[in-house]
């Protein structure tokens, strides 16, 4: 069955500071794998995506994300984070392209 | 283009009661789900549909929580009676059909908090 895992629930870091947030995933073929973010209120707005080909993928407000398949790793990065960007992170994996998989979340906290 | 819409944003009933939420995805996206948000925790489906047919209901409580999407269009969820642990957020989202722009993307609505007293 498919699984998802972010080992980390939260993270703090200051601001202008660069950040990785770990994602693992459990799938038997090439998974399509996404990074949403959750701002408080809000509903969840897609980052990036990963189907095929590159395995560094750009995607909004500066987020890039690189497929690892040796290490079933889809880790999310940003070089440098910004005060707005403290929310909530998700990672998903998709069976095909209707059938998705969500992560427990990576809170962001920003330090001024 | 306008986005997922949901309401109400806001719920708060008292245990037994019924509620229901209504969504209107964006247009044109055949494929809509209802996804279950408990705090501190991602969304977990619901029930999804691919226009007017639920092709995925087996997360469903079907004791009681009901679905339906007549014409294809808006959806409605349904929780009769509500019970404590039913307090969350229910997320609507939709995708657009397989070989348009945003093809295996879910865009998502603000979500309904129901709090349940």
């Known amino acids: 069955a498919q699984s998802v895992t972010q080992p980390d629930i939260h993270i703090t870091v200051s601001e202008g500071a660069s950040l990785e947030l770990r994602c693992n995933y459990s799938?038997?073929?090439?998974?399509?794998l996404f990074w949403y973010v959750q701002s408080p209120g809000q509903g969840l707005q897609l980052l990036l995506k990963y189907f095929s080909g590159d395995t560094l993928v750009q995607g909004i407000k500066g987020f890039e994300a690189e497929f690892k398949r040796s290490q079933s790793s889809f880790n999310l990065r940003k070089p440098s984070v910004h005060w707005s960007d403290a929310a909530e992170y998700f990672c998903?994996?998709?069976?095909?392209?209707?059938?998705?998989?969500f992560g427990t979340g990576t809170r962001l906290k920003v330090l001024a | 283009e306008a986005g997922v819409v949901q309401s109400p944003r806001y719920k708060i009933i008292e245990k037994k009661q019924p509620v229901a939420f209504w969504c209107n995805p964006i247009?044109?996206?055949?494929?809509l789900y209802w996804y279950l948000q408990n705090l501190g925790q991602g969304p977990e489906l619901l029930i999804r549909?691919?226009?007017?047919?639920?092709?995925?209901d087996s997360q469903l409580p079907k004791d009681r929580f009901s679905a339906e999407r007549l014409k294809g269009v808006d959806s409605t969820l349904k929780i009769q009676p509500a019970e404590l642990g039913d307090s969350a957020v229910y997320l609507c989202?939709?995708?657009?059909?397989?070989?348009?722009?945003?093809?295996?993307?879910?865009?998502f609505g603000e979500g309904s908090r129901l709090t349940v007293l």
């Open positions: 989202a939709s995708s657009p059909p397989s070989g348009s722009p945003g093809t295996g993307e879910l865009f």
């Open positions: 247009s044109g996206h055949n494929t």
């Open positions: 998903a994996v998709g069976e095909g392209t209707y059938k998705y998989i």
């Open positions: 549909y691919e226009n007017e047919e639920a092709v995925d």
């Open positions: 799938y038997g073929a090439t998974p399509y």
